[in-house]
């Protein structure tokens, strides 16, 4: 990963960490409200992000791809204060070999990973090969055009940027279609720690006035079953159509 799992959980640590990662929760959870029994996977650094399905959802696994030197995967789920460790579901693996099993998800989270990613084009694809027909993703990356982007003392000036945009079409590329987009992070990324407590009414005003602008472009998309069927296969297709 460009970013450090040891930078990554000190900036999540801080005041202003806090606040970015309270501001980008809120956008996906409108997305994934609740996900109740099903498979989550985060790929990236997600570990800030999970607690938001961990409690009705059947399993949340955090991977921390190991390219770029990454010696340690972010620790998941996090212990509550004065009781024993949980057990562990966090793991380092290759970005473009993930250790599970085709369809083994219901949803795939990437945060911090596809911006960081060696080889894009082999990170989505092996999120597609996870997933379970019907499965969802949402990716987070740092959006080009936000101020975030161009400073690097966060992990979100860190690594390729992208517009909503661009993500959409490259999980096009990589038989995915793009359904929703969400953007977050319209405060600037200095002096968080202050503008706490404006936040929320900051995150409203830029989303109603310069939703190009935010820090971070977020997409969902679907596993396009039909989109990976070859075009000279009509028939093969039309039985892949599902009633609605």
Request: charged fraction near 20%; glycine fraction near 8%; aromatic fraction near 6%.
């Amino acid at each position: 990963m460009t970013v450090e799992v040891h930078a990554l959980l000190a900036f999540y640590a801080s005041p202003g960490g806090a606040v970015a990662a309270r501001l980008v929760r809120d956008r996906l959870a409108v997305l994934w409200p609740l996900l109740p029994g099903q498979s989550v996977l985060g790929i990236g650094h997600a570990a800030p992000y999970l607690g938001l399905w961990q409690r009705e959802a059947a399993r949340c696994i955090a991977l921390t791809p190991s390219q770029g030197g990454t010696a340690q995967a972010a620790p998941w789920p996090p212990a509550a204060p004065g009781a024993p460790p949980p057990r562990s579901a966090a793991l380092l693996a290759e970005e473009d070999t993930l250790p599970f099993a085709d369809a083994s998800f219901d949803r795939v989270l990437l945060v911090h990973g596809l911006e960081a990613a060696e080889n894009a084009r082999r990170l989505l694809r092996e999120a597609w090969r996870v997933l379970r027909d019907d499965g969802r993703i949402i990716v987070v990356v740092p959006n080009r055009l936000g101020l975030w982007a161009q400073l690097e003392r966060t992990p979100f000036g860190h690594g390729q940027p992208y517009s909503a945009g661009q993500i959409a079409r490259l999980l096009a590329r990589h038989l995915f279609m793009a359904e929703r987009r969400e953007a977050a992070l319209f405060l600037p990324p200095l002096g968080l720690r202050f503008l706490a407590a404006t936040a929320a009414p900051c995150e409203r005003l830029g989303r109603a006035l310069c939703p190009r602008l935010a820090g971070v472009a977020i997409v969902e998309a679907r596993k396009d079953l039909l989109a990976a069927v070859p075009a000279g296969a009509p028939a093969l297709r039309r039985r892949m159509v599902l009633p609605a």
